[in-house]
């Protein structure tokens, strides 16, 4: 497949995933041409070469790779000229048979900062989805992470009790740099006394990290939920329909955003219309 677009949330291990794609490439084929850009560095990179008037030096270095992999590619929306550039660069080394493996945080039809040509062509390929670890993976992630830990430090292998891990597993699930932000958190502040770390404890040192880690709800995520539940669409939430079918949904939806958010009551009553 050509290209591939891996998308997903940010610490979900993309930039992970197209590093190590790239560090294999080279190993296993080290006669070809392996380029890794951030969609960050293609932009400030292009732009240099228009200003150097360097341009088709530009164009040559990369349409030369056998393997191209250009991470955060929704980075360049709006960018209307690298947009272009890319789009072109893209043409050229599918056209030649050469690899392209890009990431993304959603899939090409959500990236509507694109322009739809670029959308089309990263859609022309292998779309892959990550999906967030399950509490397996998570439990030896953090295994993995606390022996390197252990090594980098001088210390001695050490454990941490089943119930701290469960805890940092089943509470951290959104980012796996968070998950080892939370964990490089406990041996900064337990050191060698890591493994008589109990769970209340770990909770105390971690209470900053978790309050971070809420969700903040707005009334437009309590309108969408509640639409989603009754199975009416969002407009009819704040719209003039007084039916009961409209009417007890709207009365729900607003008790809700006065529980869950810090709108005053006049300002909730203007957002339902």
């Known amino acids: 497949f050509n290209p591939v677009l891996f998308h997903g949330p940010y610490g979900f291990g993309k930039t992970h995933l197209l590093q190590a794609l790239a560090a294999e490439a080279a190993r296993t084929r080290p006669d070809k041409t392996v380029i890794y850009l951030t969609a960050d560095r293609f932009l400030s990179t292009f732009v240099k070469a228009v200003m150097d008037r360097q341009t088709s030096a530009f164009k040559e270095e990369l349409r030369a790779a056998d393997l191209l992999l250009i991470d955060d590619v929704h980075f360049i929306g709006g960018k209307t000229a690298t947009q272009e550039e890319l789009f072109h660069t893209l043409a050229a080394l599918m056209g030649d048979g050469r690899r392209v493996v890009l990431s993304a945080d959603r899939p090409p039809a959500a990236l509507s900062e694109l322009e739809p040509r670029l959308r089309s062509h990263l859609a022309s390929g292998l779309v892959c989805g990550i999906e967030p670890s399950d509490r397996n993976h998570r439990l030896g992630i953090l295994e993995r992470k606390l022996e390197l830990l252990c090594r980098q430090q001088g210390l001695a292998p050490m454990s941490v009790k089943p119930e701290v891990l469960v805890f940092l597993a089943d509470r951290f699930i959104d980012s796996v740099r968070e998950l080892e932000g939370a964990l490089n958190t406990l041996v900064a ?63 729900a939806a607003m008790w809700l955003a006065k529980q869950l958010t810090v709108r005053s009551l006049p300002d909730i009553g203007r957002r339902f219309g």
Do not use: F, N
């Open 189 to 251: 502040r337990a050191g060698a006394g890591l493994s008589q770390v109990g769970l209340e404890e770990a909770q105390a040192v971690l209470r900053p990290h978790l309050k971070a880690g809420e969700k903040r709800i707005t009334v437009d995520d309590i309108q969408k939920a509640t639409s989603e539940h009754y199975g009416l669409k969002q407009a009819d939430l704040i719209s003039e329909r007084r039916t009961r079918s409209v009417a007890r949904p709207r009365q």
